[in-house]
């Protein structure tokens, strides 16, 4: 199997039929879905508000379907072209500022204004705030891999793509309303209309009821809140915009989406717009409704408050593959998504990856990197886990590479960065998020006098192993004198070293830290935390 190069081929697409992982079972809902309607091309859809710098669920959601998308090709044997349209809502009007963006002041004079007429907050480099949130997110995407077309709501306004479903919506204009005004309030069903002008005079988004319409000519009039004039302008060419549940629907119908998923808090806007798309004469697409990603106080994640983790927070400490195995990971369950659960993904993303080169087809289609990647994963023969690397840069205060690879190349001789870049990489990860996150937070306590004990006899006996890097014998004594000095349960004997030797509640296999970290060293810290100079 390690010469496979790809899993688009026969032995695959047999496979797929039973297999069960998340991404199959949604996939199989747009299998369905051709055997009543079939068509030439199938279109999956993600959306993008840019009105706050993009975040991780925005990743998220493209991950995803892309991993869906996968799914179906393998399904249909690969013989049904399909694409990923990301689709940004560029048009909406501007309706708060973000905490998270400079020059607030400046922005707050475009409050009302189409998100692509908003000026950059950090530089000229980008002709609107849209502009660079979309540039943002594409560059993110494309560094990433993915295969997508990317969309702006502005373009496609402006350039006449979605005015013949423009006509339409102002066709069944009556429908549509019956639609959404039972879900409004008495006061703001007084106001709404599923068309948005654009001011003539002063280019914002206006919220306003439409007084008259003319099908026919294809236009909508209002009065214009401020001059109390009636203005009539065509539904086409960008003059209008439509509300967002009825732009949903109207991309939905315009663009023939076959597929979208969305997050929990969407439930019932899906239902809404889906009904909207009936109205117009379409049929709404397959879903899959996520659960949402929450801070570290259980709070959901924010575009405008900044809160939670960003793309670029992850990728500073991380791998992008370990992003995407987050993501994976029962996408229908709430997650914590803050910088603690790092270090967790990184290690199982290679753990799954390197499992790989050992399985048959079917197993490999239950592999969350097998998703991630999109085709066969890579192996990684990687000598240290991150949590092993992360216990040695705390145990050393190592901020320098050359420091560390010291360290590794007693443990592993043979490696060196030059032939293990993922290694390397790791390393670099470390020492940031070492620097970042654990140096800040570390707390030692000194020892109790039955920790104290049992640290001493450690350190005299950790002279009696043979193999100073044989982990598992390492492991074995550390075992053996934790149960002699009758630690109730034992892992409170674990909890002591990491507490008093590393300063933290807890880390990785401590044989394998010691026998990385050295027996020499070790012994040393532990002279140190019994002399009471790492408190």
């Known amino acids: 199997m390690a010469n496979t190069p790809t899993i688009f081929d026969a032995q695959f697409f047999a496979a797929a039929t039973n297999a069960r992982a998340w991404p199959f079972e949604e996939a199989k809902k747009i299998v369905k879905r051709l055997e009543k309607s079939p068509k030439d091309e199938v279109l999956f859809q993600t959306g993008y508000g840019p009105s706050g710098l993009p975040h991780i669920g925005t990743f998220g959601e493209v991950a995803r379907t892309s991993m869906v998308r ?18 940004s809502d560029d048009m909406d009007g501007f309706r708060k500022v973000p905490t998270n963006v400079p020059n607030q002041e400046r922005m707050a004079e475009y409050i009302g204004m189409p998100l692509t007429k908003v000026p950059d907050p ?57 639609v959404i005004l039972p879900t409004l309030g008495e006061e703001r069903q007084k106001t709404y209309s599923p068309f948005l002008p654009l001011c003539p005079r002063t280019g914002k988004v206006l919220q306003v009821p439409m007084i008259a319409r003319d099908v026919a000519a294809g236009t909508v009039t209002y009065v214009d809140p401020e001059t109390s004039e009636e203005v009539t302008v065509p ?9 967002w549940k009825a732009d949903w629907a109207l991309r939905w119908y315009a663009l023939g989406i076959d597929y979208e998923m969305s997050g929990k808090d969407l439930i019932d806007s899906v239902r809404l717009s889906s009904r909207i798309v009936r109205a117009l004469g379409g049929t709404p697409p397959e879903s899959l409704s996520y659960e949402l990603f929450l801070d570290e106080n259980g709070q959901k994640i ?33 997650k914590k998504l803050y910088f603690d659960v790092i270090p967790k993904a990184v290690d199982e993303f290679y753990a799954f990856s390197t499992a790989a080169e050992k399985q048959t087809p079917a197993e490999l289609l239950e592999n969350p990197a097998t998703h991630i990647h999109g085709e066969f994963p890579p192996a990684f023969d990687l000598p240290i886990s991150f949590a092993l690397l992360l216990n040695l ?40 998020y ?16 039955q920790e104290a004990a049992a640290m001493a ?9 043979e193999d100073a890097t044989d982990a598992d014998a390492i492991q074995s004594l550390v075992f053996e004198i934790g149960k002699k000095y009758e630690f109730e349960p034992l892992r409170n004997w674990f909890k002591a070293l990491y507490q008093v030797l590393l300063g933290q509640d807890q880390g990785p296999r401590f044989g394998s830290f010691i026998a990385l970290y050295g027996v020499t060293e070790t012994k040393a810290l532990i002279e140190k935390a019994l002399a009471g100079e790492l408190v």
């Open 70 to 87: 996968n799914a179906f090709r393998l399904l249909t044997g690969d013989k049904i072209p399909s694409k990923i349209i990301c689709y």
């Open 434 to 449: 070492f620097t970042d996150f654990v140096k800040p937070t570390k707390k030692f306590r000194a020892p109790s006098e």
């Open 457 to 465: 006899e450690l350190a005299t006996r950790l002279d009696d192993v």
């Open 302 to 334: 924010s575009k405008s408050k900044g809160n939670g983790l960003s793309m670029e927070d992850w990728l500073t400490y991380a791998s992008p593959e370990s992003l995407a195995l987050f993501m994976y990971q029962k996408p229908k369950t709430a």
């Open 393 to 432: 840069v705390s145990a050393a205060n190592a901020e320098d590479s050359a420091v560390l690879w010291g360290f590794i190349s007693r443990y592993a001789p043979d490696a060196t960065p030059q032939n293990q870049p993922e290694l390397d990489r790791l390393v670099g990860y470390a020492i940031r």
């Open 235 to 243: 539904v086409t060419g960008g003059a209008v915009k439509c509300q």
């Open 122 to 178: 950090f530089s000229d480099e980008y002709p609107s705030f849209a502009h660079h949130n979309n540039a943002r997110l594409q560059n993110f995407l494309d560094d990433f891999g993915f295969e997508y077309e990317f969309v702006s709501s502005t373009d496609y306004y402006t350039s006449g793509v979605l005015d013949k479903a423009l006509l339409r919506m102002l066709e069944v204009y009556d429908d549509v309303m019956k």
